[in-house]
């Protein structure tokens, strides 16, 4: 219900997957961050950014699998493994 919703959104499983990725860069600058602009806080704390900011790759790879697999059912998946040519060997 979610899943269709957000596709009706016009959210695809490609918005899904690049915020999956720029959540693992954004993890890096968090932690990165805390630890020079709090200073004083310690290493514990930019950790605990990091780690906060971290958890939300898997949801959005997993947003990204669901709208997937919807897209699938849909028939509004933009790409399939199926569109590249099978190399056969001459033989």
Known sequence: MIVKKMHEMGVRSEHAY???????GLT?????????AERGT???RADR?????????PTFF???LALSHYEQQDGTLT???HEFPEHRMAG
């Open 42 to 44: 310690g290493l514990d």
């Open 79 to 81: 790409a399939s493994v």
């Open 62 to 64: 997993g947003l990204g």
């Open 18 to 24: 690049l915020a999956g990725f720029a959540s693992i």
């Open 28 to 36: 890096v600058v968090a932690w990165a961050t805390s630890l020079k």
């Open 49 to 57: 950014w990091g780690l906060f900011v971290g958890e939300w790759a």
